[in-house]
């Protein structure tokens, strides 16, 4: 038995990943494009667990679903798949569109579930748990990659992943398909901790151009702490 999500691309930043729950509670999740953690990754969850998924798709009536919702034509929205195999008997239905393609929400409540047992949020967007699962694996935080997962988690405010992040050597001046450099990552959100902690540590510290582009970020939300961190680090406000 298994049950799969699978999230496609978009034109935008739409998290790009799969997950796949096995009926041993193994947990297989592969990060393709705008998510905190790329790659292959597993983790595990306890087999009631998987008992409790499976009965959430006999309670839908998932099979008596159609296969796919939505147009093919549209070219700028990403395409959700569910797929359920048990007893050797395989089940798919394609979300094109969502509800407003007609299909039923119990797809999107299905989604949802998935994302909630298999544990996405830790790879997806990071979360308490990422640095722990990571460390489990024996990833090496010095790596540019870990870099790139200190933006990602900067650009969606998480403090304590940042925080994880940094006190395991990730590299303060990551880069990350989401918002460009760390420090500017961490300027285009509301969470002023997750700023403080970054300077704290010196991001960006003898980039000029990226405080200064950071500031103009700040000045943009309206976030005045922000902004009053930010210059205080030296950023400038360029007419």
Known sequence: MRVKLDRGACFGFCASYSVEVGGDGVIRYEGRGYVTVRGKHEDRIERARVEELLEAFRDAEFWGLKSKYGPDNISDVPSFTLTVTVDGVTKSVEDRFGVQSGMPQVVTDLES????????TQWVFGDPDTVALLRREGFDFTLAEAGAMLASAAYHGHVNAVRELIEAGAPV????DLCRVTLLC???NHNVEVLRMLIAAGASKGDQAMKDAALRAAVG?????A????????????Q
């Open 113 to 120: 579930a998935v994302d909630f047992y298999g544990h996405t």
């Open 173 to 176: 001046e990551g880069r990350s």
């Open 186 to 188: 961490a300027a285009a």
């Open 221 to 225: 939300r309206e976030n005045r702490e």
């Open 227 to 238: 902004v009053r961190l930010l210059e205080e680090y030296g950023a400038r406000r360029v």
